[in-house]
């Protein structure tokens, strides 16, 4: 399987990050278009194939539901550009690549998107419903790029990583109301991520990693 580490601004991290996975580092804005469609060109031109597409950069932060003026028409673009229109525009620029994959059970992309878009709570309205709309976006793919190409997601619920790092309330809330009790580590989603990439039978799924908070 081929990692790259892309992010936009966290260089340092990156290059040592695809270091210890033996890597390749590309830094891109996603938020951008045209970084989106450099981004799949070299990694193309440096590997010479993209056999799996995981989505996982994406942005959040708290805003209550019933604060309506906060949430202008720039943060509606902010969110839906980096969590709904990059996925998509990489899924675009790579889907050449991705049919042409030799991986037993082809080419496979796997958006990360969240609890919040499948339940309706979560950060924010726009947050939630930018990752409701690439969960659907993961249905409608599967079933346009199948049998070729699969197309997955996972839901987490509460992951443990900088963007939630103060989020001290809703770690509580996980540990006393989640039947598993904490929040999910990175490595729960990594998992995941590992499996659907392994199944050759999958597509269209959307797989719910919250800890079983949706039973209570
Ligand atoms: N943590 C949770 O509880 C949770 C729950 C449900 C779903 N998720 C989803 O899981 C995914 C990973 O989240 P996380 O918790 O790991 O968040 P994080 O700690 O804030 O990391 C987000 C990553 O996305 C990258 N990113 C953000 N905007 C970007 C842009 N415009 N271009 C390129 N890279 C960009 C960041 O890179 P830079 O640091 O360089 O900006 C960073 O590597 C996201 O899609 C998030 O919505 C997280």
């Known amino acids: 399987m081929i990692a790259v580490v892309h992010s936009r601004s966290s260089r340092d991290a990156g290059l040592r990050l695809a270091h210890e996975l033996g890597s390749t580092y590309e830094q891109a804005d996603l938020a951008d278009e045209i970084e989106c469609k450099a981004l799949i060109d070299a990694v193309i031109s440096t590997y010479g194939r993209l056999d799996v597409l995981v989505n996982n950069a994406g942005i959040s932060w708290p805003i209550p539901h019933d604060n309506l003026e906060t949430v202008t028409a720039s943060v509606w673009r902010r969110l839906l550009d980096v969590n ?24 496979a992309v796997i958006n990360i998107t969240s609890h919040a878009g499948v339940h309706p709570k979560g950060s924010s309205i726009p947050y939630a419903a930018s990752k ?8 409608l793919l599967a079933a346009a790029l199948g049998p070729v190409v699969r197309v997955n997601a996972i839901a987490p619920g509460l992951v443990d990583t900088p963007m939630t790092a103060d989020w001290t309330e809703t770690k509580r809330f996980w540990r006393e109301n989640a039947p598993m009790g904490r ?5 729960d989603v990594a998992d995941i991520v590992s499996a659907l990439v392994a199944n050759t039978y999958i597509t269209g799924e959307v797989v719910l990693l919250d800890g079983g908070l949706n039973l209570r």
């Open 132 to 139: 409701a709309a690439l969960n659907h976006t993961t249905k």
């Open 84 to 107: 709904l229109i990059a996925p998509w525009l990489l899924t675009s620029n790579a889907l050449a690549a991705l049919r042409t994959s030799t991986k037993p059970g082809g080419g």
């Open 183 to 187: 929040a999910a580590q990175p490595d």
